[in-house]
């Protein structure tokens, strides 16, 4: 929980400091698109501390990859 | 100057020591902590010597695609060489490698900060202290991270210099023998392991360094922080097995046990800890360095004009793809062994189709008297 706040509150921080300049120019592709990626950011680090789901991670898949192709175990 | 959207974005330059310094750092920031060439057990030292014949020809690899491109990197590059189409699809899988390289070195330096200091502390905490301070460093652009290095470097080498002779008087010289006991097999697959991490990781540069002042420059960076890295490396890992002999390759965080051992007269000891603190220097210009190259990648891929504005998302997707990455160290330490095989298209393979594609291109369009005219109004050769 102290995790998910504090993920929050740096999310608001750079929110204030980075798309509200975007909102402001009218930038409507870059604010979009950085507001998306802090959803995207938020939905994850809450998954992960209230769900407490386990995130999917790249090592497994990228190492049974490199066994069927070079043989490695 | 303006960017391909048009919008005004200041030019950024990083002059020739500045660049060396940073790849310098770049090389040995995670190699401090966990040794390299560890597959040769006692003849590390000399897996990395053998690891130099393969290093160079990658390096002038790297070096040569900046120097046909001044001011581009390696985006631009493949912009112009393969087509937007083809060039954003394989610019996809180089952004892929630089998030994930920067995850795993996070990774890295928050696991051995949990075994080495704070075992009771949340990984996902200091997984976000050091990030955040990459981020925030990262903020005020490259110029600043390469200032940066260049002012953290020399407290680096003070403290090499003065911890390496501190730790001999625990060294046994002998620990280096028997030499090639197992043969030339350990020590060439030590070799490759040496180049893919950390020498390889330097394709990273070529996404980095496109503000150098001159032609040559690439070339200097490369070649001149590969001898400061060779050199420190060599040092670090000689004194390693010298003092831990054959667990030099079974510990975790080998320089960070060889430390621990140093005893002066029962009045200088413990000092790993400030050891620890100046290996983070290196690791945060390293994370740093991954990061810049990603949010370069991306904000020009997704045409979104300033890398800096997207530091902060892209930079907590890393955090979070760091956090859980592994389960725990010995999956960390499991995955290195797989490492080597993983980059081999990001290091070697795609760097050389590259290189063929843009020196075929540059020779077409000076046939036709346009790609040098166009590239000389950006940068002129000193």
Same mark, same amino acid.
């Given at each position: 929980m102290i995790i998910l706040l504090f993920t929050l509150l740096i999310i608001l921080g750079f929110i204030l400091t980075d798309a509200i300049p975007m909102f402001l120019n009218k930038e409507w592709k870059q604010f979009w698109v950085y507001v998306v990626m802090m959803l995207g950011i938020l939905i994850l680090v809450f998954f992960k501390q209230i769900m407490n789901v386990t995130l999917p991670s790249p090592a497994n898949p990228m190492k049974e990859a490199i066994i069927a192709i070079f043989g490695k175990q | 100057m303006k960017n391909e959207r048009g919008d005004f974005v200041r030019k950024e330059i990083i002059a020739d020591h500045q660049s060396i310094v940073l790849v310098a750092t770049f090389i040995f920031g995670s190699t401090l902590i =966990?040794?390299?060439?560890?597959?040769?057990?006692?003849d590390a030292w000399l897996a990395i010597l053998v690891a130099i014949p393969m290093v160079i020809p990658a390096l002038f690899v790297y070096a040569r695609l900046l120097s046909l491109y001044p001011g581009k990197d390696l985006f631009d590059i493949l912009n112009r060489v393969f087509g937007s189409f083809i060039g954003k699809f394989i610019a996809l899988f180089f952004i892929w490698y630089a998030f994930h390289l920067g995850a795993l070195v996070i990774r890295n330096f928050s696991e051995f900060m949990e075994i080495a200091a704070?075992?009771?502390?949340?990984?996902m905490v200091i997984i976000f202290s050091m990030g955040l301070v990459c981020i925030l460093a990262l903020k005020d652009g490259i110029e600043l991270l390469a200032r940066l290095a260049t002012f953290l470097l020399p407290f680096i080498l003070l403290l090499i210099i003065i911890v390496v002779p501190l730790s001999l008087t625990q060294a046994?010289?002998?620990? =280096?023998?028997?030499?090639l006991y197992e043969g030339w097999k350990p020590v060439i697959k030590g070799a490759f392991s040496t180049f893919s991490f950390p020498?390889?990781?330097?394709?990273?540069f070529t996404m980095v =360094?496109?503000? =150098?002042?001159?032609?040559?420059s690439p070339y200097k960076s490369f070649y001149f922080a590969l001898v400061i890295s060779i050199i420190i490396m060599l040092i670090i890992t000689l004194r390693n097995i010298m003092v831990l002999g054959h667990m030099a390759s079974m510990v975790y965080f080998p320089s960070y046990i060889a430390v621990s051992v140093i005893n002066i007269g029962?009045?200088?000891?413990?000092?790993e800890v400030t050891v620890a603190v100046i290996f983070l220097f290196a690791g945060f210009i390293k994370i740093s360095v991954c990061l810049y190259a990603a949010c370069n990648g991306i904000t020009k891929i997704f045409n979104l004009g300033d890398y800096r504005r997207f530091v902060a998302p892209i930079g907590l997707f890393m955090l979070i793809c760091a956090d859980n990455i592994y389960e725990n160290t010995m999956e960390m330490l499991e995955w290195i062994k797989y490492y080597p095989y993983y980059v081999i298209p990001f290091q070697i393979i795609l760097p050389i189709i590259i290189l063929i594609g843009a020196e075929i291109k540059v020779r077409k369009d000076r046939g036709q008297g346009t790609g040098d005219k166009e590239q000389g109004t950006e940068i002129k050769e000193r």
């Open positions: - | =966990l040794g390299t060439g560890g597959d040769a057990k006692q704070m075992p009771e502390t949340p990984p046994h010289p002998e620990n =280096l023998k028997p030499i020498f390889g990781e330097t394709i990273i =360094l496109s503000t =150098l002042k001159t032609k040559k029962d009045f200088l000891q413990r000092i």
